[in-house]
């Protein structure tokens, strides 16, 4: 039993350890612009309804924030996937592109930042569809273009490459024998590549919605944004709420990992088998 509680207890020694030392050097500190205590930055997190520097709630921010990311995600999901799938089978169009999709992989996606801005400004989805003002409007105006593409941009290379990868590393007898048996182009598509190579494809998309959480609060910097938690943060440390800043880096941290569990938890019931094929 003492064995046990020390093995479920072990993973919690070093947060404990870490929030003792932030609790220590906040009181010594004794400035909250600078380290705010934790029952300041557990107040906010505690009353998510909470109005917060008449911003909105912090839950409010993080459900827009986080439909900004699954838009620009699924956008990024809908074009490599498929791309990445054909990439890997046909090695004519993997020679074709794979050269000048190449000379954009390494370029970061804050650096498209003044082209976006070139091209789409503060346009938004609403603007775009040229839907009168009403409640729809106000939702879909909160989508701009701009932040949709650096999100998209970020997202597109780990969910194409994965699936390039996946698609190349299935073992080519098993197409060979499907189609020396008389197996049609689909039925080795359906019932062979996506199988074998769906599990590198589902790990291209865990990355991907990483990634695309990571660009968000770039993406909520650029001119047009009024709200989503990474304007919240911007605008938070410009009038000395630390608290806040905290606040939501902590709302983001929990929310991509609660998203990147839910993929974990898709590959160990789905993708077990994967470990016994090594």
């Given at each position: 039993m003492p064995g046990r509680i020390i093995f479920w207890a072990a993973p919690l020694l070093v947060p404990v350890l870490f929030f003792l030392i932030w609790e220590f050097m906040a009181t010594l500190v004794g400035n909250s612009l600078i380290l705010p205590p934790l029952e300041e930055i557990g107040a906010l997190l505690a009353h998510p309804l909470d109005n917060v520097i008449a911003m909105g709630t912090l839950a409010g921010n993080i459900g827009i924030s986080l439909v900004r990311v699954l838009c620009g995600y699924a956008a990024a999901v809908l074009l490599g996937v498929p791309l990445g799938v054909a990439m890997g089978y046909y090695a004519g169009l993997h020679r074709l592109l794979n050269l000048f999709l190449g000379m954009f992989r390494p370029i970061p996606p804050l650096a498209w930042v003044p082209l976006v801005l070139a091209w789409f400004g503060v346009s938004s989805l609403a603007t775009v569809m040229g839907l009168p003002r009403s409640e729809l409007y106000y939702y879909l105006n909160n989508l701009k273009i701009s932040m949709l593409f650096i999100i998209f941009i970020g997202a597109l290379f780990p969910i194409l490459t994965s699936a390039v990868h996946g698609v190349q590393t299935v073992n080519r007898t098993l197409v060979d024998s499907a189609r020396v048996l008389g197996a049609s182009e689909r039925d080795i598509f359906t019932k062979i590549l996506l199988p074998a190579a769906a599990p590198s494809i589902v790990n291209g998309l865990r990355i991907g919605l990483g990634v695309a959480w990571m660009c968000l609060?770039?993406?909520?910097?650029?001119?047009?944004?009024?709200?989503?938690?990474?304007?919240?943060?911007?605008?938070a440390y410009t009038v000395g709420r630390t608290d806040v800043v905290i606040a939501g880096m902590i709302s983001?941290?929990?929310?991509?990992?609660?998203?990147?569990?839910?993929?974990?938890?898709i590959e160990r019931r789905k993708y077990a088998w994967k470990q016994f094929s090594r």
């Open positions: 609060v770039s993406a909520e910097m650029l001119p047009g944004s009024l709200s989503g938690v990474g304007y919240l943060i911007t605008h983001i941290s929990v929310v991509g990992a609660l998203l990147d569990m839910a993929f974990q938890w």
